[in-house]
Nanobody
Framework: QVQLVESGGGLVQAGGSLRLSCALS????????MGWFRQAPGKEREFVTAISWSGGSTDYADAVKGRFTISRDNAKNAVYLQMNNLKPEDTAVYYCAARKYSGTIGSAAPGNYDYWGQGTQVTVSS
């Protein structure tokens, strides 16, 4: 059984930082590229960032470029999202997702992912 479990969400003031983690179990983590998406109330789920299975390729939404950094540790079966200079508009439920694909082409499309976590809430106060 495949499980993706996110952690690290919380409440932070604007300008602050948070680090999200996502652990995958039940599959060979290194065979999956990983992505982070977010969904704010009343809005559709949107792409945030993705990383290839080797970690050598990444992709970011324009809204988070320069502020967010995705990384992975294949030895720990985990992917991370370091979020700096957070803004109130970053408030959302953040989801990690796994895709059995090596690279990041097509990483912004939710339908390309095979497994999803349950989400973790990030709230940024102004």
């Amino acid at each position: 059984q495949v499980q993706l479990v996110e952690s690290g969400g919380g409440l932070v003031q604007a300008g602050g930082s948070l680090r999200l983690s996502c652990a995958l179990s039940g599959r060979t983590f290194s065979q999956y590229s990983m992505g982070w998406f977010r969904q704010a109330p009343g809005k559709e789920r949107e792409f945030v960032t993705a990383i290839s299975w080797s970690g050598g390729s990444t992709d970011y939404a324009d809204a988070v470029k320069g502020r967010f950094t995705i990384s992975r540790d294949n030895a720990k079966n985990a992917v991370y999202l370091q979020m700096n200079n957070l803004k109130p508009e970053d408030t959302a439920v953040y989801y990690c997702a796994a895709r059995k694909y090596s690279g990041t082409i097509g990483s912004a499309a939710p339908g390309n992912y095979d497994y999803w976590g349950q989400g973790t809430q990030v709230t940024v106060s102004s």
